[in-house]
């Protein structure tokens, strides 16, 4: 909402010398959002004044129209003779009123006027153009030309209000109110202790019969309908430069006169309002959910097919506009500068439902400013004001004649009344405002206070965001200045540190920062697109998702399921911008919907919540296993001086596996498994024993092929993903010290043939198990396969180390431990020790 400083000081009596940055510090000290503050016609000063144009002459011989003109500027030259002026616009003509800028002025932007030489003639300054006054859009092309009744010789600068600051504000969706110049009024007025012109208080004449015909048949979606009848509007009338100013300072085109009153009083009072050509409407106004199918063209020129849920505005023919987002073409004000005119007009003042309007202009993707207002809210009971204030100006404006009817249709409602301890804002915010205070500060915002220790408020009609005790207590304290709020530290319970959990978490991170993975954090939000670029089938767990009510995008409406999505996504953006060898990590929380929760309990703020209400908000949340993911690609090991360098491949992201596992003590066992969005010849399932019985805890390996393309990886992307949660399980809390021992180290290599088939983790712990207590480690270091070998085996050659804690091993004992190792895995995956 931008709002003029100049059109607020007609509500609140703000002191002569406060400058827009004195009333953004004050409105955002109660809580607005003052983005900007925009000074208008900064570093323009005079000579600016209107002129009369006398004589044009046409200058031939160039390669672009030029004029020579004579201008009437009265005594602002200071010698009473026409100004000779050059100019190349050509939307005026003898006669014109325009706004010229004189020798000595200087004009935004630091442009000096001064009489120069050109074309052949001396121009002792200029004739001007809106962009060259920095007045914005206002819907023509080329110079500015006044209405005539304006004097030859006036001040332009005041007459065209250039002079002037404009407070751009964010409005937040439950500031609803605060899209209109009463709204923003009233909370200046609060903010300096200044009484407010409210201008919404008009006297309204009471509805009766002769109205324009009205009939509501969704009041749920429509609970008030104003209608009011302008005849007689003249075809000269123009919007006045006043009102065409301050539109263009709130960020709005003037059009034409009916068109600009309506939006003019919807920026006034943030009721939006729409204005019909009577001549051009059949029958009576209706108001009705449409028909699947039905079409309707809005003033955009767009035909629109509409949905059941869209509340429209109907005649006799049909839908006339898509209710509190846009009217129809077919009873469009006409434009007089067409050669078309309206004379008589109907004004509708309406309060749509705001998620139907929100909803309608989503669908549509439609947004508009009546939609913006009716989405975040508006006062019902500005309608019949909003109504009046618009028949007044166009009366005042375009000699109209109002017309003795006035409709009325509405649904019964009741003000909205809450009960609250007198002492519940303090309980919240921790200090001592006292009923006094309390009671002031909720009259400011318009509530109707009654009661002593116990009050019962009634809202006021333009705040539909306060509805319960919490609501009141956040305007209590946001008036009395959140800076005022004390700082205090809670104090935390001795002898508590970090959970198991939150340590195993940090230490996984570590880990893989350690290992030469970089953390990257992503949003936790997908689309179903991501799922089915991974290639995940229609019953897999992943695709059941959390809906997000209001999502920051309609991209990605749910919270994720897996971290592989944005981790992939950040590997392809840097992949994108040059880095190709890249390893990254994440670790955090998935949310898996067991479709088994329940409705959310409101927990209260003035105590404890209780272990019952904690387990039943437990219950609403889907389950949030906490997870860890990796994603390599490119080179693992570069290429240097010292030797060639190693592509990432699906070893690592197991290896990826084994890192996190260390940090829990637990052993990690690997066996193919066909899993998307891995290669199914290149996928391992990870397990680990948790209470006695192996448990799967995430998966590894290269992407599926289709799944890099689909995603415009780089090839042989490798990614790995285990969940935390189950880890932790397998560990038994206890991670044990590591072994040093003083005496020397025996290795043992063995070269085993085995079939192609055979997995090596199978093989490997066979070896570990027959090796015994006196085995160190045991490391896979050469695949061979060949002629030498026989076809569909393979060759795995490990290296062996024992050593005991307490002596030095003899050879036979290291040589005993690798014969009963080799024997146990030729029991188990009939391996045979290579050249025996």
Known sequence: MRVPLSWLREYVDLPATETGRDVQAKLVAV???????????????????????????????????????????????????????????????????????LPGAVLPGDFAIAARKTYGKTSHGMICSADELGMGDDGTHGIIVLPPEHEVGTDAIELLELVDEVLDIAVTPDRGYCLSMR????????????????????????????????????????SRFTARTVVGLQPEARTPIWMQRRL?????????????????????????????????VDGPIGVRRAEQGEKLTTLDGVVRVLDSGDLVITDNRGPIGLAGVMGGANTEIADAAEGAHTSEVVIEAAHFDAISIARTARRHKLPSEASK???????????????????????????????????????????????????????????????????RRLQEVGCDVYGQDELLVTTPSWRPDLTE???????????????????????????????????????????????????????????????????????????????????????????????????????????????????????????????????????????????????????????????????????????GWWGKGRPADWADSIEAARTVAREAGVEVVVRADRHAPWHPGRCAALYVTVEGRETLFGHAGELHPRVIKELHLPERTCAMEVDLDVLEQAADGVLPAPRISAFPVATQDVALVVGQDV???????????????????????????????????????????????????????????RDAAVALAAERTGAVLRGA
């Open 31 to 101: 809580g607005l959002e003052v983005e900007t503050v925009e000074r208008t016609g900064a570093g323009l000063t005079g000579p600016l004044v209107v002129g009369q144009v006398l004589t044009i002459e046409e200058l031939e011989g160039f390669k672009k129209p030029i004029r020579f003109c004579t201008v009437d500027v009265g005594t602002a030259n200071g010698t009473g003779e026409p100004q000779e002026i050059v100019c190349g616009a050509r939307n005026f003509s003898v006669g014109d009123k325009v706004v010229v800028v």
């Open 183 to 222: 709204g923003v009024a009233r909370e200046t007025a609060i903010a300096y202790g200044l009484p407010l012109r409210d201008p919404a208080l008009l006297d309204v004449p009471a509805p009766n019969a002769y109205g324009y015909p009205v009939k509501v048949a969704d009041p749920i979606g429509c």
């Open 248 to 280: 263009q300072k709130a960020g709005m085109r003037p059009i034409s006169l009916a068109v600009d009153v309506t939006n003019y009083v919807m920026l006034e009072l943030g009721q939006p309002l729409h204005a019909y050509d009577r001549t051009r």
């Open 373 to 439: 207002r009716f989405e975040r809210g508006v006062d019902p009971n500005a309608a019949a004001a909003a109504a009046q204030r618009t028949v007044d100006l166009l009366v005042l404006l375009a000699g109209g004649t109002a017309e003795a009817g006035v409709t009325e249709v509405s649904a019964p409602s009741a003000p909205r009344t809450i009960t609250m301890a007198a002492d519940h804002p303090d309980q919240v915010a921790g200090v001592a405002y006292g009923r006094e205070t309390v009671v």
């Open 469 to 639: 005790p919490n609501d009141l207590a956040e305007e209590v304290i946001r008036l009395e200045g959140y800076e005022n709020l004390p700082s205090t530290l809670p104090t935390p319970p001795s002898g508590r540190g970090l959970t198991e959990r939150q340590r195993l978490h940090r230490r996984v991170g570590r880990a893989l920062a350690g290992a030469g993975y970089v953390e990257a954090l992503n949003y936790p939000f997908i689309g179903e697109a991501v799922l089915d670029q991974l290639g995940l089938e229609a019953d897999d767990a992943r695709r059941r998702t959390v809906k997000l009510v209001n999502p920051l995008s309609d991209e990605e409406p749910s919270l994720r399921t897996t971290l592989l999505p944005g981790l992939l996504g950040a590997l392809r953006r840097n992949d994108g911008r040059g880095s190709h060898d890249l390893a990254l990590f994440e670790t955090g929380l998935v949310f898996r919907p067991t479709g088994q929760e329940t409705k959310p309990v409101r927990l209260p703020v003035n105590r404890r919540p209780s272990a019952e209400e904690i387990a039943s908000l437990d219950a609403a949340l889907p389950r949030q296993p906490r997870r860890a993911a990796v994603v390599l690609a490119g080179a693992r090991e570069q290429a």
């Open 759 to 817: 997995p090596a983790a199978d093989v490997e712990r066979a070896l570990r198990e027959g090796a015994g207590e006196l085995l160190e480690s045991l490391r896979l270091f050469d695949v061979f396969t060949g002629d030498q070998i026989g076809e569909g085996s393979k060759s795995l050659a490990y290296a062996l180390r024992f050593r005991a804690a307490d002596r030095t091993l003899t050879v036979d004992e290291a040589s005993a431990a």
